[in-house]
């Protein structure tokens, strides 16, 4: 079981009142033991049974609850305890690697994860916890998006290739929207497809056809022909060259490949084009945030809001001299979306049929056997056939040995060592800080100071609003001293940090909590401001947008590898 919304939503966890001997109050558990790594079927596992709060007395009673699993579970030493959370923690944790718990959790109302391990043809719907991370890559491409169709044009010669093609002028948004498909597609993944003619072409062959006998068909007959044989689909591999993630056709044995979730960006980016379409992720219309992004990608913008001088407080210290261009806020960006896969990609891997099966039959297999078969674990369903089941690092490596192997011919062998599984420390920062929600640790644990304030700072800039309270304040404490030359000193301005600590000194001195407001800046003079209001919150304005400040002069030299390659493919 993850530990976001616990540790981060504590507040959903409400107290119940505790019958004697059956379950235990979530304030009383001993976290320490609960975290140590045990098998579901030890007697001296602590079981949990999620009950949704906001059904409590409506739909059933906590009563009608622990009889259900009295009766289900009736060895008196089997211990239980009871979470009431709100249904939306689900965003930052899973109940199981079983997708089917969190199913009857939505239809009951209340689910002890324990008895819904091992659904026969595998998992069936996908968490809502890694739809969560499927919503941090569609925001994320549709900003990638918007900055290319800004951008793009002039970094890629775009607008010069369109007058050179002698194209007609009604044909320059569709041009440019083709280069905009394929430069996402390749940072997806997955190249989209256009089907059709451009607007221009489709009416010369209209008028070729005038007169002509089933004029329909034939038109569908150039189309087919057009798509089949001009705009053929490609899947790209993820590759690391030069500091760069980058997209490619033809990965040879001296690169380094990463696993990372494909999608095809095609759909999600004409829904967020839509009038009235809505970004979860920022809880916000998608015209709203992309306004915003297109003004903060402006040359005059970029310039003023990402200013090294609002990183560093002290006036005679060396700032980086390389100024923040738009071109090095796009290329940024794509390795956003590409960090983003690779932790989609680890997030889901759990729910993987295969790999929670290994799960499980890894339990059975270190139980007593019944006679010469294998003993179904405690709540399960059954034992997943098969040989002895690897644990999850052997199973990686098996799965990137298949990778391996359907990337080598005749003419190279790509070793499985090329496969790169693990996100770096700020790889995962920066998916936290962009709405990823796993924990890197190996076995279930609290997150750290330093993922749960990448994740609070991020949510706060997109959301605009957040709380300061006792578990936030103790993690800036933390990494207080890490902060100044660290990943974290590009994210705030100065002047906001030591706003945010002082709030965070009086949460820890009163055990008040704080309220936070964080606007979106639009004024390029002073972009960087904080007040704390007559209530005592704390309000913020700032851009919606991260870059690596303290790093510009590497990402202006990466800048310009991709802008001489024209595009993100290799």
């Not at 979470?83 to 089917?100: C, K, M, N, V, Y």
Request: contains cysteine; proline residues 5%.
């Amino acid at each position: 079981m993850s530990t976001w919304a616990e540790l981060i939503h504590a507040s959903t966890f409400e107290p119940l009142e505790p019958d004697e001997g059956f379950y235990h109050d979530f304030q009383e558990v001993d976290w320490n033991e609960f975290y140590r790594e045990i098998d579901p079927s030890d007697e001296n596992y602590l079981g949990t049974i999620f009950i949704d709060q906001s059904r409590v007395d409506r739909d059933f009673t906590v009563e009608n609850v622990i009889a259900h699993y009295q009766e289900k579970y009736p060895d008196p030493a089997r211990q239980f305890v009871l979470h009431a959370i709100d249904p939306e923690a689900l965003r930052f944790f899973t109940l199981s690697d079983w997708t089917a718990a969190e199913r009857e959790f939505n239809q009951r109302g209340y689910v002890a994860p324990i008895a819904f391990r091992y659904a026969g043809r595998g998992n069936q719907i996908v968490s809502r916890f890694v739809r969560e991370h499927y919503r941090t890559l569609d925001s994320s491409s549709a900003i990638f998006g918007r900055m290319l169709e800004a951008i793009g044009p002039k970094m890629f010669g775009w607008a010069e290739k369109f007058a050179t093609d002698g194209l007609p002028e009604g044909d320059r948004t569709w041009f440019i929207e083709g280069k905009v498909l394929k430069c996402v597609g390749q940072m997806s993944g997955c190249q989209s497809l256009r089907g059709g003619l451009s607007p221009s072409l489709s009416r010369q062959v209209k008028q070729e056809l005038i007169g002509e006998q089933n004029t329909k068909r034939l038109i569908a007959e150039k189309q087919r022909v057009y798509r089949e044989h001009l705009r053929r689909p490609h899947k790209y591999d993820l590759i690391r060259r030069e500091g760069l993630f980058l997209a490619t056709l033809d990965a040879g044995p001296d690169d380094e490949i990463h696993f990372a979730q494909t999608f095809t960006p095609m759909t999600l980016l004409k829904r967020n084009r839509s009038d009235n379409s809505h970004m979860p992720l920022f809880g916000k219309n998608a015209d709203r945030v992309l306004d915003q992004v297109s003004f903060e990608i402006s040359p005059e913008a970029s310039a003023s809001l990402f200013n090294a001088r609002y990183c560093r407080d002290a006036p005679n210290e060396v700032r980086p001299a390389t100024p923040v261009t738009s071109d090095m806020i796009l290329v940024w960006q794509s390795q956003v979306l590409a960090i983003l896969r690779k932790a989609t990609w680890r997030a889901a891997l759990d729910e993987v049929p295969s790999v929670a099966a290994d799960n499980l039959r890894l339990e059975a297999e270190r139980l007593p056997l019944e006679g010469r078969r294998l003993q179904a674990p405690f709540g399960s369903r059954g034992v997943p056939r098969g040989r002895p089941a690897p644990n999850l690092a052997e199973r990686i490596y098996q799965m990137a040995d298949a990778y391996a192997e359907t990337l080598s011919d005749d003419n190279q062998v790509i070793g499985s060592e090329q496969i790169v599984s693990e996100l770096t420390e700020e790889e995962f920062l920066t998916a936290c800080l962009h709405g990823a929600t796993f924990s890197m640790a190996e076995a279930d644990s609290p997150p750290d100071s330093a993922e749960l304030v990448a994740f609070w700072i991020g949510r706060l800039k997109r959301e605009g609003k957040g709380l300061i309270d006792g578990s936030i304040s103790i993690a800036l404490f933390d990494i207080h001293n890490q902060i100044w030359n660290s990943f974290f000193i590009d994210l705030l301005a100065q002047p906001v940090w030591s706003a945010i600590f002082e709030a965070a000194q009086r949460v820890i001195r009163t055990s008040d909590v704080v309220n936070v407001t964080y606007n979106w800046s639009r004024d390029v003079e002073n972009p960087w401001s904080s007040d704390v209001n007559e209530n005592g919150h704390l309000i913020i304005h700032g851009p919606l947008l991260s870059f690596p400040l303290s790093k510009a002069e590497i990402w202006a030299e990466r800048t310009g590898i991709v802008r001489e390659n024209q595009d993100f493919v290799v």
